[in-house]
């Protein structure tokens, strides 16, 4: 007697929503690789094994280092918007991926006829608190020159129902030597001077 096979059912709504969530997102890949300023590998498969564990002055007054993560930010931004990208006003959404994460693939709304301008950017997250740690993005920064190099933006239309890939993006981060400056499982980087402020911070 053969064994009755399990089914799936799906009612008219539950089709419905499934329907209307294909038609109006789509999915969005990105991959990325971090160096220092000598090309060397820090991560993935680097001297670093995420980018969980760092510390360092964060601003000019600060009298000892504050430990933080780095993690990978994407904005989505109305490309032409007058204030630029940095404003609040001309992002549509913003992503931020775990500070141990090689790779993002996020479901973002459709947009077939304006495209979106991706903007991808390294951002610390000072672990102050348990409201604060990593990966919380409270009262973060974003990584500034000579702190980080990151590509421009990256123009693209999402289709409904499809991946976007961006490919891979290049970051550098700003130390001239990612082995001389890890030492008892934190990476020292002093963020001081090139780190600017969430604005959406209180």
């Known amino acids: 007697m053969a064994t009755p096979r399990a089914r799936l059912a799906f009612t008219p709504t539950l089709l419905a929503l499934l329907v209307a969530c294909e038609h ?10 971090i160096v220092d ?7 993935p498969s680097g001297e670093l094994p995420d980018l969980c564990d760092f510390t360092g002055l964060l601003a000019a007054d600060d009298a000892t280092p504050t430990p933080y993560s780095l993690a990978v930010q994407m904005r989505l931004c109305e490309p032409g918007c007058p204030a630029g990208c940095d404003d ?11 500070c141990d994460a090689a790779r993002g693939f996020s479901s973002v709304e459709a947009r077939t006829e304006v495209p979106y301008d991706f903007h991808v950017d390294l951002v610390a997250n000072p672990d102050t608190g348990p409201d604060t740690g990593p990966d919380t993005g409270a009262c973060g920064c974003t990584l500034t020159p000579p702190c980080a190099l990151v590509p421009g933006p990256r123009t693209r239309t999402v289709e409904p129902g499809l991946v976007t890939d961006l490919q891979v993006y290049l970051l550098v981060l700003g130390l001239d030597d990612i082995a001389a400056a890890s030492t008892s499982g934190r990476t020292r980087l002093d963020l001081a001077t090139c780190c600017t402020p969430d604005p959406s911070c209180a």
């Open 24 to 33: 109006t997102r789509g999915e969005v890949e990105i991959n990325w690789t």
């Open 37 to 43: 300023r000598a090309g060397a590998q820090v991560f």
């Open 88 to 98: 609040p006003s001309c992002q549509l959404e913003r992503i931020t991926y775990a």
